[in-house]
């Protein structure tokens, strides 16, 4: 199946403060979503791009299909953005399941 | 309106117990799924039904069954438990299997003592 890979696993900031988290994977996908787990457990669907790129506020996402990658930009952070978040990509051909990556910790100090 | 809907959200209960959780979605989508959450965040497809059909049947232990009575409910039912089985369970759906985008319940903490 296909691997998935995020960078960096921990990342601590200052609010005010810019972040990329990566996502690398090891095949073809007909799809690909960025998750949100907030600190009480609740998986936010934050992007749903399985290629080119998309903006919701202070949040943006690229996918590049063809290399295999996604990034998510977090741009002048807050508190509120701390948490884990997940990329998920579904592999190309008849595979029907999203594969999550083990995700990167988020922690927004102010 | 919540979209994918799990009850219960918090289960305690005794090794050996059965249990069931009950997921519904009010989105209209053909797919439903079961992911597990272990103690390290990982999250873990084990079951999909689409159109009350299972499509994907991951490596689970016989003790957990999947059940579709229409496309908008899948519930999830664990025999004999065991203390490995605490972990978060979460119940999502997308109109098409792995091709469109799959929104999650807020999953059911399983605590087994």
């Known amino acids: 199946g296909i691997q998935v890979e995020q960078s960096p696993p921990d990342l601590i900031l200052q609010e005010g403060a810019n972040s990329t988290l990566r996502c690398n994977f090891s095949d073809s996908v007909n799809n690909l979503q960025w998750f949100h787990q907030n600190p009480w457990g609740q998986l936010i669907n934050l992007f749903y791009i399985p290629s080119g790129t998309k903006q919701n506020g202070r949040l943006s996402a690229t996918t590049v299909a063809t290399e295999r990658y996604s990034l998510l930009y977090i741009s002048s952070s807050q508190t509120t953005d701390s948490g884990v978040y997940f990329c998920a990509p579904t592999g190309g051909g008849s595979n029907y399941k999203l594969t999550f990556g083990k995700g990167t910790l988020l922690t927004v100090n102010p | 309106d919540t979209a994918v809907s799990q009850t219960p959200k918090y289960l305690v209960t005794q090794m050996g117990n059965d249990k069931s959780i009950k997921c519904e979605q009010n989105l209209g989508h053909d797919t439903m799924y079961w992911y597990k959450q272990d103690s390290k965040k990982f999250l873990k497809i084990m079951f999909s039904?689409?159109?009350?059909?299972?499509?994907i049947n991951e490596t689970v232990p016989n003790r957990f069954s999947p059940k579709s009575p229409d496309k908008a409910h899948l519930n999830l039912h664990i025999n004999s438990l065991e203390l490995g089985d605490s972990a978060v369970y979460f119940c999502a759906s997308s109109q098409v299997a792995g091709k469109t985008e799959a929104f999650f319940g807020q999953g059911t903490r399983l605590t087994v003592v």
């Open positions: 039904y689409n159109n009350k059909e299972l499509i």
